[in-house]
């Protein structure tokens, strides 16, 4: 009886692969020297930023003397920072406290309007169709492209016929207009409002104006409080207008007023004038605060997914 026997397998053994040359990760250079020349780069714009900042803090606490013998970027002789800040508030019978708070009513009123104008514009462009539609949008990229500085002679002009020059209404009513405001709404409604919400919504019943107000303004909230502090930033450093429409101290805002008390340092070098310094510093520095407290209030409105929820399931 036989039995059957299986040949051993012979067959040759094949070899393991080896990465290829291709297939072997390779160090990223190019990448890794792209990241540190962006780092590079964002560090000197973050210095460009803070040394001005750095230095006006450090200037603030110093008085006139030590402002001129000491090092720039660092304190001097002596802490005179809440001297300076009562100097300043207290000064000419708390004219500074005045040009604070006209600062602040051209501000609100000024960058709140048109914001709002630009959200209602930009909504307006972006989700109905009218006639003259193009034309209304290329007057608005036409107007982008104008400085503001150009039409302050004009605008000075104008408000002397109707007899508002000399007032608030001079400052607030060019703030009202803010096109690059209503381009970025108008770009930012297409994509932010769903047109089927609209059309949900209006079956519903909703009218056009509770379905705004109700609805897409809390998807455009990101939209608006970007263009809110963009006008909010303009208002505030507002100085060329105000200068040219305003001639009386007491309607100043902070610009102005700073640039007055500034101007009285470059004047006789007498003590009084000596003593400015301080203020002007100390002024400048209390002039920026309100706008690092917006912005830190305000930054929580450009977090994403406000339209979470906003469908029903």
Request: glycine share 10%; no cysteine.
């Given at each position: 009886m036989s039995t059957a026997t299986t040949a051993p397998d012979r067959s040759p053994e094949r070899p393991r692969a080896t990465p290829s040359r291709r297939s072997r990760p390779r160090p990223d250079r190019p990448r890794s020297r792209a990241s540190t020349s962006l780092t590079v780069a964002m560090g000197l714009m973050l210095a460009y930023t803070l040394v001005p900042l750095l230095w006006l803090l450090m200037s603030s606490t110093k008085n006139s003397q030590s402002l001129f013998d000491s090092f720039g970027l660092w304190f001097g002789h002596g802490f005179s920072f809440f001297h300076n800040v009562h100097e300043v508030l207290t000064y000419d019978n708390g004219i500074y406290v005045r040009w604070l708070?006209?600062?602040?009513?051209?501000?609100?009123?000024?960058?709140?309007?048109?914001?709002?104008?630009?959200?209602?514009?930009?909504?307006?462009?972006?989700?109905?169709?009218?006639?003259?539609?193009?034309?209304?949008?290329?007057?608005?990229?036409?107007?982008?492209?104008?400085?503001?500085?150009?039409?302050?002679?004009?605008?000075y002009l104008l408000y002397s016929k109707i007899g508002i020059v000399n007032t608030p209404w001079a400052v607030i009513i060019p703030a009202l207009a803010s096109p690059f405001g209503l381009y970025l709404m108008r770009v930012y409604a297409l994509e932010a409002v769903p047109d089927s919400l609209l059309e949900a919504a209006r079956i519903d019943g909703?009218?056009?104006?509770?379905?705004?107000?109700?609805?897409?303004?809390?998807?455009?909230?990101?939209?608006?409080?970007?263009?809110?502090?963009?006008?909010?930033?303009?208002?505030?450093?507002?100085?060329?207008?105000?200068?040219?429409?305003?001639?009386?101290?007491?309607?100043?805002?902070?610009?102005?007023?700073?640039?007055?008390?500034?101007?009285?340092?470059?004047?006789?070098?007498?003590?009084?004038?000596?003593?400015?310094?301080?203020?002007?510093?100390?002024?400048?520095?209390?002039?920026?605060?309100?706008?690092?407290?917006?912005?830190?209030?305000?930054?929580?409105?450009?977090?994403?997914?406000?339209?979470?929820?906003?469908v029903k399931q």
């Open positions: 708070g006209n600062t602040v009513l051209y501000a609100v009123v000024g960058a709140g309007g048109a914001a709002a104008l630009a959200a209602l514009g930009g909504y307006g462009l972006a989700k109905y169709e009218f006639r003259g539609k193009r034309a209304v949008f290329g007057a608005v990229i036409g107007a982008i492209t104008v400085p503001a500085t150009a039409l302050a002679v004009p605008t909703a009218s056009e104006l509770r379905t705004f107000f109700t609805i897409s303004l809390r998807l455009l909230a990101p939209g608006f409080v970007t263009v809110l502090l963009f006008t909010l930033v303009a208002t505030w450093n507002n100085y060329f207008l105000p200068l040219i429409v305003l001639n009386n101290p007491k309607w100043f805002p902070l610009t102005v007023g700073l640039s007055q008390w500034n101007t009285q340092t470059t004047g006789p070098q007498t003590g009084a004038t000596l003593d400015l310094y301080p203020m002007v510093i100390t002024g400048s520095l209390l002039a920026i605060v309100p706008l690092v407290v917006a912005f830190l209030l305000l930054q929580r409105y450009w977090q994403s997914g406000l339209a979470a929820g906003s």
